[in-house]
Structure formats: structure tokens, C-alpha cells
């Protein structure tokens, strides 16, 4: 006997739809803080027990296919390594198991300490853009109001948050794709800046073979990446810009459209805004000058703008942006900049051709919208508008000034940590700081110093070492629930066995500490039940999901927000109008203001840092494999995705290498101010010689992010992330405490 639920992949924005088809002794049952399901009572999952068997489904984003994360999935659920109990750390910083009832009145008791001595908001919040839609809003109005803090943020500030900004200031609204995916199979051009979907998202690339097939696929990065290598044989173009410098790229493709003529009028007198004003910033921006601040030809600029203006004219044309050319201090500017290119073509609400930027992580479209953000109220709501605080009061029931004001974006947060105004007791929901944010041993040091740090998850992943006190929740296929993804489509998550004894929902936990606390409002456990207030809360905004209901969902109705009751939905944005006030989109002027570091800059940092010089300084860009996903907690307990890819790997280009006496497979040492990195040399010519690459799935000594900064956007708190200046030597390099790597030691037996 068998049981199988329809659902969608746990990982990115793709959400890839697959069934989940489980053995008879995997049968939902109904566990204490888990969703009922009508089925036969059976035992929870154990290890020895068969995993869930996995098959892909019909759906557009994915067409039945599935990455090899998707595939091996189900194997995370039954993984020995599983936490099945709450978990408090002793007086030897050893993790030992205790009760729910204990683990809820230390959290309580500790929660109340800290707002008594310190004030309501040295208690904060760290979420995650793969909860779902249901645990990211009540987890937004449990900090607000049962912990009475501003200091929620969660990892999409890593991640999104640049784009949104400049959807926002652009369009008066940020979904990542204002269309559906399937309108790109139809394109004749797509210029892809800063995205590498044939790895982060391989069933994503079927919907760019109409283009390919045109010889108009257009791909920006540094590297030649999996995507760019689609280029070749004729099937488009491959820029590959220095590191950092693709708003002076989008600034000259900008002028080429505009000095040529290229641009749509029209369009933009009937549509636009601050035309006159971007046009006199472009204007030093010619492509002979914009090849000498970004190393591609003056000859490709100009065919690239040519090109999209042509598939704008005829087949329709596409741009789409990245966290390449986002996760930068200038990120905002520089996806505005992308935006202004799109505009200048007449692109955005066209009916074939648009803008639009890939949303990463499951819910990272969902889960910036309903709550999570510092500045955020559900539904899209700024936080500091009247109307907005007003709305919400009504709908949780609590006088308006219960709500606080607008907390920090994450990088603030999380350098508050242990500070005298800062936080002092944390909770940490779906997210691996101690990997995954920039200046990772800055970060680790402050999860050190805090008075008091909660962390759920299902996996005792880098930052829940960390914790003092580890709650085991549910993971995917345990759950209920609903996510958005990188369409703005609204997907329902189906609960397809049950969860360990000892593991609790999220929601409950958050329900129990809301009665334990005396927390104004209503919280339920039930993710139905918090959806029905989600819509109500959602209700007028940006975001209104007030139109869609579980049953719609349950019965494959597709749910594109905004989607306000009474309509249709939304799957094409803007045909009409953009949503500011007067109906039109803006321009915004910005400028290329990046200053690259010097040489000498650089080599002051590594002697600050007692590394000496090694050589010309490089610059480090950071990004993904195939195999991994985010900090990699999930897949690296994936034998078959660990086997594949067991270890973090520099990628330097041979005569960088050369220059520095390093062979392929050699240990380097990757080092600058913040921090030192070893890993083995993987060398290839698919990387600029100046640019080094370093996957950030990986912890301790390979952890990309102990050599990332955590400057950031001052739009968009968004943290540089893509160029870091470090250096790279042969070997592993001394550690901190003066020993050598294990994997260095044992070469050097060998020799």
C-alpha cells in the first residue's frame, strides 16, 4: 500500500513540481504540533527505512524534469543525522537532549530576562526565504508582538533585496518574474546578467532553447559558466566584464540604444518618467569608454544593444537579472540600471518581451512579502505608513502602537549581536548565518556573544552548533503549507508523511511561546488557519492574496498575485499601468561610482592582516554548483550530491596559477583582512585571469564567507558579496592556532 502526494521541490524559486510517493510504514500520522492527515495511523520515519520515492511532474516551470537536488530530495527525510528532540548545549558545550515542556520555559524565561534588563528589542529574529508562506507571516507578527521587537529580518536581505529595491523605485512593485516563465520560450532574445541557471536551476534552461535557437542568447559573467557556454555554436553572445563593473556595462548599452535610435519613443512618452534625466547621465558612457572600465569590446556593446532592440521589434526580447550583478554595494543602482536598459526598449508590460530578476531560495519571492523584512508589514506593507500599521491593528486586534517601528536590515543585525544596544538573545528560523552571511568569522564571533541563541532546524547545521538551545521542526514533505514562487505564483506544499515523534511545526512552536508569553492576538498551529488571516492581512496591499484559498489551489488553479478577491489573478503585470500613483514606470539616473581597490589599497589590508604581499591581489566572486544549494546544511548530508562534490575548489586560471608556482589540485591559501581560506586549485580557462572563484556552500576553513565584507547597499542593505580582493599562495596556509590542515599534512607525509 502506498500513498502519494503531489507537491513542489524543497529547494530554489523554480519550484519544480514532483510527487512524493511513500511505502505503506510512511503513512501520515497525526503527531503532537503536526497537521492532521485523514489516513491509517503507521510509524513515523526511521532510519533503515525506505526514502520517498521521487518522481518529476507536469508543470511549466519544470516539465516533468528534476535537478539532482531534486531527485535525491526525499533522502534528507529518513537521514540518521536527523535532530528528533529538543536540544540544550551544557556546561561542557555538549548538545544533550531535553523536554518540550523545559525547552519552552527556558525560551520564555529567557525571552523575559532580556527584554526586562535590555528592552524589547535585544531580543531578535532571524528568518529564511524557504519558510513557508504561512510560518514567515505568523513569524513576522510573533516578533512584533509576542516578543515585542523591531529586530526581525531574515536571508533574503542576502539575496533579493537589491532587485526589489529597484523594482520598486522603477515599477511601484516587486515580483521577481512580472510574467509567466513560459513567455520565454517564445523570445528572440534574452540577455541574462549575473545568473547561472544551467547549474542553480537546470530544468530553467529548456525555456531559453527558443532564443539559443535564434543566436540570441546573451549571457553576462565574468565566468564561462554553464549558461554562457549555451553561447557558443552560434547560439548568442558571451561578455565577460571585469568583476564589479556591470553598471558601467549597462550604462553604455544604454547609450547605444539611445544614440543610435534604437530606443521605443512611444513607449516612452506614453509610459515613462525621467527620460531627459537619464539620458544626460548615460551620456559619457560610450562603448569605447565603457570597454576600457569593463574589458568588453566596444564591437560587442554595441551588437548586444542591436540585437535587443531587434528581438524587441520582432520576436520579443527578455532581460533578466542575477545575484551576479546584485549582491553589490551598488546592487540596487545596478539592477536599476538593467531596469532603464528594459525601459529605454519598451519591454516591461509588453505583451512578448519584459523585464524581470530570478528569485533563489523556494519562498524568496513569498517570503519577503508577508512580514519578515525589517521594514515590512504583510501583504507588501511599509511598515512606517499609517494606513499599513492601521490595517494590521485591525486584523491581529491590538491598538496600533503595540506594532513597533522598522527594525535593521540583516548585516546590522547580526553585527549587533552581544553589543551593548544590540542583541542579546536571538531566534534563528530557516537560515545558516555562520556560513551563509558575509564576514562569516565576524558572525560566528557575535553568535558566541550572545546571552541566549534559539535555533530551528532539522539538521544541527554551523550556526545550531552554535545554539544554546536546538528545537526540531518539520521538514518539507512533513508539512502543509503554501509558497510563491519566482513567477509570483502561489503553490500549496502537501504533507506526504509524518514527522518524528519528537519533532514540533514551526507554528506550534511559535503558538505555544505566544500563550507562555501573554502575547496579544491569536496564533494557531493550523497553516490553513493562519492562511485565512494571511489573506485578510495581505488584503489592499502589493501583495493582496486575499483572492486565493486553499481549495482553489488544492484543485490546480493557477494563483499569480496580486490576486484580489473577486478576480482572476495576475499573471502579466503592468499591460495597463505600472502601480505608481500616475500609472508610469520610472527612470532613475544613476552613475558607475564602483572604485576598484588598488593594488597598494590591497596590499595594506593582507599586512594589517599578517599574510604579507603575495603578489598582484585578485578578486574573488562567489557563487554556486550544481550539486548544493545555499550553505549547503541540506546537500552536504546528501551522499550521492557529497560524493559528486565533496570539498570546495578555487578556480584560477592557469596563468594566474602559473605566476604563482600552483598546479591543479593543489591546496592554495585563499587570505585577505577578514579572514583565510584553504582549499584545492582547480584550474581552467573559463575565469578571467584577475578573478578567482569559490562556491559558498561550504564551512570552516572552505567557508567562501570568512573572506566576503559586510559593507553594504545603502538602498538595500544588500552585502558585497561578488569582490572581495584576496590573495592567493600554494599550500594550506597556517591556521589561526598555528596547525597545519589535515589534508596539508598528510601531502606533505606523502612527499
Known sequence: MTKSADTHCPYCALQCAMTLKSPAALTPATQPGSDPVPEQPAPAPAVGLPPLEVTGRDFPTNRGGLCRKGWTSASLLTHPGRVTEPLLKDADGVHRPIGWDEALELITAAVKDTRARYGADAVGVFGGGGLTNEKAYQLGKFARLALGTSRIDYNGRFC???????????????RGLPFPLEDLDAASTILMLGSNVAETMPPFVQHLQGARDAGGLIVVDPRRSATAAFTSDGGGLH???????????????????????????????????????????????????????TGVPAGLIRDTARRLADGARQGGSYILTGRGVEQHVDGTDTATAAINLALLLGLPGSARSGYGTLTGQGNGQGGREHGQKADQLPGYRKITDPAARAHMARVWGVPEALIPGPGVPAVELLKSMGQPDGVRCLFVHGANVAVSAPDANAV?????????????DFFISETAAEADLILPVTQWAEEEGTLTNLEGRVLRRRRALASPPGVRTELWIMTRLAELLDAPSTFSEDPETVFEELRLASEGGLADYSGIDYAMLDRGEAAYWPYPSGSTGTPRLFLDSFAHTDGRAVF??????????????????????????FGTPMTLITGRLMEHYQSGAQTRRVAALAEAQPEARLQIHPAAAAAQGIAAGDFVSISNERGEVSCRAELSTDIRPETVFLPFHFPELESANRLTEAATDPISGMPEFKTSKVWVRPGAGLLPSGVLLAADLQKEGAS
Open 160 to 174: 533579493m533585496s537589491s532587485a526589489a529595491a529597484a523594482g520598486m523605485r522603477a515599477f511601484g512593485l516587486d
Open 239 to 293: 561578455l565577460q566584464p571585469l568583476p564589479g563593473t556591470d553598471l558601467a556595462l549597462l550604462l553604455g548599452l544604454s547609450h547605444v540604444v539611445i544614440h543610435e535610435g534604437l530606443a521605443d519613443s512611444g513607449y516612452i512618452t506614453s509610459r515613462t518618467s525621467g527620460y531627459e534625466a537619464l539620458v544626460r547621465s548615460v551620456a559619457s558612457y560610450w562603448p569605447e569608454r565603457v570597454q576600457s572600465l
Open 444 to 456: 560566528i564571533k557575535g553568535l558566541r556573544s550572545l546571552d541566549f541563541l534559539v535555533v530551528c
Open 588 to 613: 532613475t539616473a544613476v552613475t558607475a561610482r564602483r572604485r576598484t581597490p588598488s593594488a597598494a589599497d590591497a596590499a595594506a589590508a593582507a599586512d594589517r592582516a599578517g599574510t604579507g604581499q
